[in-house]
């Protein structure tokens, strides 16, 4: 029933969306992710999308977790303790770089970034590629890159905001921003606030939460200097804290009740200090020197629940630290209409990993490795015909930890008439083996999980090609899109289980699931591919959008047991409704439907190995919202639903992971449910 709601909303839209905006805002708009300098989009040789800040009031997001569940082509997953993490393109998070003005986001936890310690509070747009950009961004960008770009500017001598949320299934959140001018060449801004989730489950009595209670504080400045010409230069600072509380099951609630309770705290602090600006004649200078810090402790404590006392249980504490430091600078010609230009630079990173569960086997290190990653790129850009550009890139990279890597990429962008785009490309991706990866050591009673410092970079091969259309009809303006992808990926890199080979060494357990003891290993190889069809119409303050698209993903099984398929499918569809009226009033509904997902996976029978199946039931979220601004945008109230249909887990069938388990099925969880919301924001500013 709810998966027909969704389809028949979609038949009202009639076509299927490209991201635009508004389409004369879209024209307009100018993007910086992988470009030789500031870009018109519509110039850009990589397709980019863009969501704008309007769309996150009208979400109601406050994290990147909450922006990306309705885009097409991003999956998301959740995980009560890790948190959120996300897909793209069928490739998992590890392959996804996530920026923020250009500096790497770092403290992935099972290889993924918690999306919900990204907070939105002083974010103006984000910009997402799919497809690698390891040319311009080195490893993690292999299936594709999201970069977020803060507020950097301010018309007002002086701006005050403060916006509060209230969510009826127990998030509370409050922030504020504020910037000031200081003289004609300095501004400061900064904003802060916190984010509390008091926790959910069906059970209201229940001290064991499905959706732990968790609480966020955060808090960044910037510091702007405009130097001569147009050159900027940008000092920022961030402080991000989280504490989730797992709390345990009452245990022998007759006599003496107690639990185990474990509390997760995370801290992120970031630096960065950016610059960019015109060098002589036709030339643009981008340099960019970042430093993160993230820490992560665990604290497990063993609660008396008659007296209130605790007793800390030393063999489950843990405590991880990561550090990275990163510099890039890039000088490319600019003009968009040179016949030939060109782009240079150097990128380097050095990441430091600590915790009494890292054993680093190359340098016999306990508790503590590191690694450096240096690279030069470079990419040159010919404009063989006013309608017609080519763009070839090169990044050869030097690691510490494992083998060089040499990355090319090669884009055409062909006007075809003023209606038509074609862009198309072919890029290699790589990933290099995290710290995690080569050197954890965890090995107790009940587990038995390690690195293998033999790991190689995984690589991927990637071709895409992209045909847009944009048109009008009287006050009509259409967009349509239609893009297919191909991705191959080689030595990619998984947990298995493993058996020790007669002469020495390991391999993966085949169909064997008795052994318990895991680590990583590189797989032959692993292949998506897909096709996305998006369009939109604009009328005056009405926006309709839609897309659908299929993507392909490879079973590893076929290798051994062909009578399993190459590649199983999964279908998508979503698309929106979105009204803008000039008196400052605004609505959307947005609504996405994915169908079921089947996996195959070994399993041992009578001695043989068998292939059994993994199949992921479908389901719809939708979300709606209705807004009004006054006061000239200085006062905006927004009211929403989040999850409307109220859906709340869906059902795997088969073997495998899940959060609860019984007779041969799973529960997947996709949200605590239906949630009603309400956001204010009061801004005032000084006239200039």
């Given at each position: 029933?709810?998966?027909?709601?969704?389809?028949?909303?979609?038949?009202?839209?009639?076509?299927?969306?490209?991201?635009?905006?508004?389409?004369?805002?879209?024209?307009?708009?100018?993007?910086?992710?992988?470009?030789?300098?500031?870009?018109?989009?519509?110039?850009?040789?990589?397709?980019?999308?863009?969501?704008?800040?309007?769309?996150?009031?009208?979400?109601?997001?406050?994290?990147?977790?909450?922006?990306?569940?309705?885009?097409?082509?991003?999956?998301?997953?959740?995980?009560?303790?890790?948190?959120?993490?996300?897909?793209?393109?069928?490739?998992?998070?590890?392959?996804?770089?996530?920026?923020?003005?250009?500096?790497?986001?770092?403290?992935?936890q099972d290889g993924n970034i918690d999306l919900g310690q990204?907070?939105?509070?002083?974010?103006?747009?984000?910009?997402?590629?799919?497809?690698?950009?390891?040319?311009?961004?080195?490893?993690?960008?292999?299936?594709?890159?999201?970069?977020?770009?803060?507020?950097?500017?301010?018309?007002?001598?002086?701006?005050?905001?403060?916006?509060?949320?209230?969510?009826?299934?127990?998030?509370?959140?409050?922030?504020?921003?504020?910037?000031?001018?200081?003289?004609?060449?300095?501004?400061?801004?900064?904003?802060?606030?916190?984010?509390?989730?008091?926790?959910?489950?069906?059970?209201?009595?229940?001290?064991?939460?499905?959706?732990?209670?968790?609480?966020?504080?955060?808090?960044?400045?910037?510091?702007?200097?405009?130097?001569?010409?147009?050159?900027?230069?940008?000092?920022?600072?961030?402080?991000?804290?989280?504490?989730?509380?797992?709390?345990?099951?009452?245990?022998?609630?007759?006599?003496?009740?107690?639990?185990?309770?474990?509390?997760?705290?995370?801290?992120?602090?970031?630096?960065?200090?950016?610059?960019?600006?015109?060098?002589?004649?036709?030339?643009?200078?981008?340099?960019?020197?970042?430093?993160?810090?993230?820490?992560?402790?665990?604290?497990?404590?063993?609660?008396?629940?008659?007296?209130?006392?605790?007793?800390?249980?030393?063999?489950?504490?843990?405590?991880?630290?990561?550090?990275?430091?990163?510099?890039?600078?890039?000088?490319?010609?600019?003009?968009?209409?040179?016949?030939?230009?060109?782009?240079?630079?150097?990128?380097?990173?050095?990441?430091?990993?600590?915790?009494?569960?890292?054993?680093?086997?190359?340098?016999?290190?306990?508790?503590?490795?590191?690694?450096?990653?240096?690279?030069?790129?470079?990419?040159?850009?010919?404009?063989?015909?006013?309608?017609?550009?080519?763009?070839?890139?090169?990044?050869?990279?030097?690691?510490?930890?494992?083998?060089?890597?040499?990355?090319?990429?090669?884009?055409?962008?062909?006007?075809?008439?003023?209606?038509?785009?074609?862009?198309?490309?072919?890029?290699?991706?790589?990933?290099?083996?995290?710290?995690?990866?080569?050197?954890?050591?965890?090995?107790?009673?009940?587990?038995?999980?390690?690195?293998?410092?033999?790991?190689?970079?995984?690589?991927?091969?990637?071709?895409?090609?992209?045909?847009?259309?944009?048109?009008?009809?009287?006050?009509?303006?259409?967009?349509?899109?239609?893009?297919?992808?191909?991705?191959?990926?080689?030595?990619?890199?998984?947990?298995?289980?493993?058996?020790?080979?007669?002469?020495?060494?390991?391999?993966?357990?085949?169909?064997?699931?008795?052994?318990?003891?895991?680590?990583?290993?590189?797989?032959?190889?692993?292949?998506?591919?897909?096709?996305?069809?998006?369009?939109?119409?604009?009328?005056?303050?009405?926006?309709?959008?839609?897309?659908?698209?299929?993507?392909?993903?490879?079973?590893?099984e076929h290798d051994n047991m062909p009578e399993t398929p190459?590649?199983?499918?999964?279908?998508?569809?979503?698309?929106?409704?979105?009204?803008?009226?000039?008196?400052?009033?605004?609505?959307?509904?947005?609504?996405?439907?994915?169908?079921?997902?089947?996996?195959?996976?070994?399993?041992?029978?009578?001695?043989?190995?068998?292939?059994?199946?993994?199949?992921?039931?479908?389901?719809?979220?939708?979300?709606?919202?209705?807004?009004?601004?006054?006061?000239?945008?200085?006062?905006?109230?927004?009211?929403?639903?989040?999850?409307?249909?109220?859906?709340?887990?869906?059902?795997?069938?088969?073997?495998?992971?899940?959060?609860?388990?019984?007779?041969?099925?799973?529960?997947?969880?996709?949200?605590?449910?239906?949630?009603?919301?309400?956001?204010?924001?009061?801004?005032?500013?000084?006239?200039?």
């Amino acid at each position: 029933m709810r998966s027909s709601f969704c389809l028949v909303l979609l038949g009202l839209l009639g076509v299927t969306t490209v991201y635009a905006q508004q389409t004369d805002t879209l024209l307009r708009e100018v993007v910086v992710t992988a470009q030789f300098a500031p870009t018109d989009v519509r110039s850009a040789t990589h397709a980019v999308r863009i969501l704008r800040h309007d769309r996150i009031e009208r979400l109601g997001a406050n994290n990147l977790e909450q922006l990306l569940r309705q885009e097409l082509n991003l999956g998301i997953g959740q995980d009560m303790v890790l948190g959120s993490s996300l897909s793209m393109q069928g490739l998992s998070g590890q392959n996804v770089k996530i920026l923020i003005d250009g500096v790497p986001v770092i403290g992935r936890q099972d290889g993924n970034i918690d999306l919900g310690q990204i907070n939105l509070a002083n974010v103006d747009r984000v910009e997402l590629i799919e497809g690698p950009t390891s040319v311009y961004y080195g490893t993690d960008a292999l299936a594709g890159v999201i970069n977020l770009i803060t507020r950097r500017s301010q018309l007002e001598p002086w701006r005050l905001s403060v916006n509060s949320q209230y969510e009826t299934l127990g998030e509370r959140s409050l922030g504020g921003s504020a910037g000031v001018r200081l003289g004609e060449k300095w501004l400061l801004l900064g904003s802060g606030g916190y984010d509390h989730f008091t926790g959910f489950d069906t059970s209201a009595s229940s001290r064991n939460r499905l959706w732990n209670p968790k609480k966020q504080t955060y808090g960044d400045a910037t510091l702007r200097y405009n130097g001569a010409g147009d050159h900027v230069f940008r000092l920022k600072g961030a402080l991000f804290l989280e504490q989730v509380d797992n709390l345990g099951e009452v245990r022998r609630p007759q006599f003496k009740p107690y639990a185990f309770d474990e509390f997760y705290r995370t801290q992120r602090r970031d630096l960065a200090f950016l610059h960019e600006g015109s060098v002589g004649s036709g030339l643009f200078w981008n340099n960019t020197l970042g430093a993160n810090f993230f820490y992560r402790e665990k604290e497990a404590r063993r609660t008396d629940l008659e007296t209130a006392e605790t007793m800390p249980l030393n063999a489950e504490q843990d405590t991880i630290r990561f550090n990275s430091y990163m510099l890039r600078s890039v000088l490319a010609s600019q003009g968009a209409h040179r016949r030939w230009q060109w782009m240079a630079g150097i990128d380097g990173r050095y990441d430091t990993g600590s915790g009494r569960r890292i054993l680093d086997t190359l340098n016999n290190t306990v508790g503590e490795s590191a690694m450096l990653d240096a690279a030069v790129l470079g990419s040159l850009r010919f404009r063989a015909t006013a309608d017609l550009t080519l763009e070839t890139g090169l990044r050869a990279g030097w690691n510490s930890r494992y083998n060089g890597s040499v990355v090319p990429s090669f884009h055409i962008r062909q006007n075809l008439g003023e209606a038509f785009s074609l862009r198309a490309s072919y890029a290699r991706g790589f990933r290099s083996p995290d710290i995690k990866e080569l050197f954890f050591y965890f090995v107790d009673v009940n587990h038995y999980i390690v690195g293998n410092a033999d790991l190689r970079a995984e690589t991927a091969d990637n071709v895409q090609a992209t045909l847009g259309w944009q048109g009008k009809t009287g006050a009509i303006r259409w967009n349509a899109q239609v893009c297919g992808f191909s991705n191959w990926l080689r030595d990619k890199i998984e947990l298995y289980e493993f058996v020790d080979l007669p002469g020495g060494g390991i391999e993966p357990a085949q169909g064997d699931t008795t052994t318990l003891r895991y680590t990583y290993f590189n797989i032959d190889q692993y292949r998506t591919h897909g096709a996305t069809l998006r369009a939109s119409a604009q009328w005056r303050g009405l926006h309709l959008e839609g897309a659908t698209n299929r993507i392909g993903h490879y079973n590893p099984e076929h290798d051994n047991m062909p009578e399993t398929p190459a590649f199983t499918y999964t279908q998508e569809w979503s698309g929106s409704v979105q009204w803008e009226h000039s008196d400052g009033w605004n609505a959307g509904v947005w609504a996405r439907t994915t169908d079921r997902f089947v996996r195959y996976y070994p399993e041992k029978e009578n001695g043989q190995t068998i292939a059994r199946q993994r199949i992921i039931n479908g389901f719809t979220q939708m979300d709606a919202s209705v807004g009004k601004s006054m006061w000239n945008n200085r006062i905006v109230l927004t009211a929403g639903v989040r999850n409307l249909l109220d859906v709340q887990s869906t059902l795997i069938t088969g073997s495998g992971t899940g959060n609860h388990t019984g007779g041969g099925t799973t529960q997947q969880n996709i949200s605590p449910g239906r949630s009603w919301w309400l956001r204010a924001t009061v801004a005032i500013g000084g006239k200039g």
